[in-house]
């Protein structure tokens, strides 16, 4: 069945540094989301990619979506304490009647 | 404020035990999904529905059931067929259309433990 990889699955880094997460669909897809998850919470929409190739900011996050639509990545720049959390990828199925999510990258920012 | 309100916030089963976690909404979705999450891992499908009186199932359906008698609600029960009930559960809704192309939201999840 169709897979969600993301890479690396956890990741910690001191503020200030930079951070990027990595996300591979086994299909190509209309579109890709991405989602924050704090510890302890629920998963929070952040951002929809829809067009080859493009990249959009928030902040300091940057997403982009690959040129076959089959991967992704999240960016973020100078990295701090409120960015902890796990950054899911999320796509829809080839039917579309459900969207599959990634297997998440969990970051730890330390002060 | 319009969103998704799930109750209890931690539940706690007893062995043969059938329990029902509940996900009501008021942002006039079409589309509803459970999810369970285990410690450490990612989000995965229990049951959606894409509208009233209409669900299907998700990767790991076995041992729970769903209804969807109401748009703005889509109980789950895990019943005692589930053996490894405690995870982390989250309901979410999205406008409906091509439900692969919506965001979801996601309600505050229900902790569930077995006793």
């Known amino acids: 069945g169709q897979q969600v990889m993301q890479i690396p699955q956890y990741q910690h880094v001191q503020e200030g540094e930079d951070f990027t997460t990595y996300c591979n669909s086994s299909?190509?897809?209309?579109?890709i989301q991405w989602y924050k998850q704090r510890p302890g919470g629920h998963p929070v929409f952040l951002i929809q990619?829809?067009?080859?190739?493009e990249v959009k900011k928030q902040k300091r996050l940057t997403f982009q979506f690959g040129e076959a639509k089959k991967n992704s990545s999240l960016h973020i720049t100078a990295t701090q304490t409120t960015d902890v959390g796990t950054y899911f990828c999320?796509?829809?199925?080839?039917?579309?009647?459900?969207?599959?999510f990634g297997t998440g990258t969990r970051l730890l920012v330390s002060p | 404020d319009g969103g998704i309100t799930q109750s209890p916030k931690y539940l706690f089963r007893k062995e043969g035990q059938n329990v029902t976690l509940s996900c009501e909404q008021n942002?006039?979705?079409?589309?509803m999904y459970w999810y369970r999450q285990d410690p450490g891992q990612g989000l995965r499908l229990i049951y959606y529905?894409?509208?009233?009186?209409?669900?299907q199932k998700g990767d790991i359906a076995e041992g729970y059931s769903v209804s969807r008698e109401k748009k703005e609600s889509f109980p789950l029960t895990v019943t005692s067929a589930q053996k490894n009930p405690t995870a982390f559960y989250l309901c979410?809704?999205?406008?409906?259309?091509?439900?692969?192309?919506?965001?979801?939201?996601f309600g505050d999840g229900t902790r569930l433990s077995i006793l």
């Open positions: 999320a796509g829809p199925n080839t039917g579309f009647q459900k969207l599959v």
């Open positions: 299909t190509t897809l209309s579109n």
């Open positions: 529905s894409q509208i009233v009186n209409d669900f």
């Open positions: 979410a809704s999205s406008i409906t259309g091509n439900v692969g192309n919506q965001p979801q939201h």
């Open positions: 942002l006039n979705h079409d589309a």
């Open positions: 990619l829809v067009k080859s190739g």
